[in-house]
């Protein structure tokens, strides 16, 4: 399980992987809770995480915690997080813990008409990216590009 400081540093290195691509970094903290609305430790630390990344870089958008259903829909975004610079057009998704990245990854890939890309792996002294037992051909060759672009990048 990650720190606050560490989910906080990744929000910040997700930030600015996605803004090396090309796209700009909208940062969603997710959690089971938006904004006050739940309490317990496990929202706790996604707050933390929350402030400790928008205090490091104020430059960049970076909201939570957020439900994953306002982070990505508008209409559950005006209801939910009606102030949020973020919520309702996040690009980037930063979960709490492996378990739930793992498996929201996984459901997205396997069941939505889209191209998945990653997980990218965050923090390492050079690029490295993980490949599931079951991933697919497209899977395979989109992660050797994503991790050629990211080498590419560090030159």
Sequence with gaps: DPTAEQLAEIA???ADSAA?????PRVAMLSYSTGTSGA???VEKVREATRLAQEKR??????????YDAAV???????????SPVAGRATVFIFPDLNTGNTTYKAVQRSAD????GPMLQGMRKPVNDLSRGALVDDIVYT??????????QQ
Aim: no cysteine; charged share 15%.
């Design 114 to 117: 889209l191209i998945s890309i």
């Design 20 to 24: 090396a691509f090309g796209i700009e």
């Design 144 to 153: 050797i590009a994503l991790t050629a672009i990211q080498s590419a990048q």
């Design 40 to 42: 317990g430790s496990d």
């Design 12 to 14: 910040i290195q997700s």
């Design 73 to 83: 829909m508008a209409d559950v975004a005006k209801s939910k997080a009606p102030n």
């Design 58 to 67: 104020p430059d960049l958008m970076i909201d939570g915690p957020l439900q």
